[in-house]
């Protein structure tokens, strides 16, 4: 699954003033999965990536053990990752546990990006 990015946020050197949010949909497999962070092309391609949360269906029970619950403080699953840098003619991979069904991403970015999410 590739899905486009729009350029959003505030980049500053070393990190960003203000960030994009973006809820990314992970298709199910009952499997972990990879997902690829991809700068896009140019002289200013480049994102930085705040933090990446991950979401998953949770039981009832589960859901009283993490009330309170927001797209900073996720539980459960938690955070594949904060305060990364993508450069342009470089590429992030990570890692998205099984039974993840979202991914919330905050980034900056100057250049339209993309990400990737497939089987490993």
């Known amino acids: 699954m590739h899905v486009p990015m729009d350029p959003g946020g505030t980049l500053r ?5 203000g960030v994009a949010w973006r809820a ?16 896009g092309e140019g002289e ?3 994102v ?3 933090t990446i949360n991950t979401w998953k269906t ?3 029970n589960q859901a009283a053990a993490r009330w309170g619950a927001s797209t900073s403080n996720p539980g459960g699953v938690g ?5 990364m840098w993508v450069h342009r003619h470089a590429s992030l991979r990570l890692v998205i546990p099984p039974d993840v069904g979202k991914i919330d991403v905050g ?4 250049t339209s990006w ?7």
Do not use: K, M
């Open 58 to 60: 949770i039981n009832a």
């Open 48 to 50: 930085h990536i705040d």
């Open 24 to 39: 990314v949909p992970v298709p199910f497999v009952g499997r972990e999965r990879e997902l690829l962070i991809s700068p």
């Open 79 to 83: 955070p594949l990752g904060r305060n």
């Open 114 to 120: 993309s990400l990737t999410v497939a089987p490993i």
């Open 13 to 17: 050197p070393g990190g960003a003033d």
């Open 44 to 46: 200013a391609a480049g």
């Open 107 to 110: 980034y900056a970015s100057d």
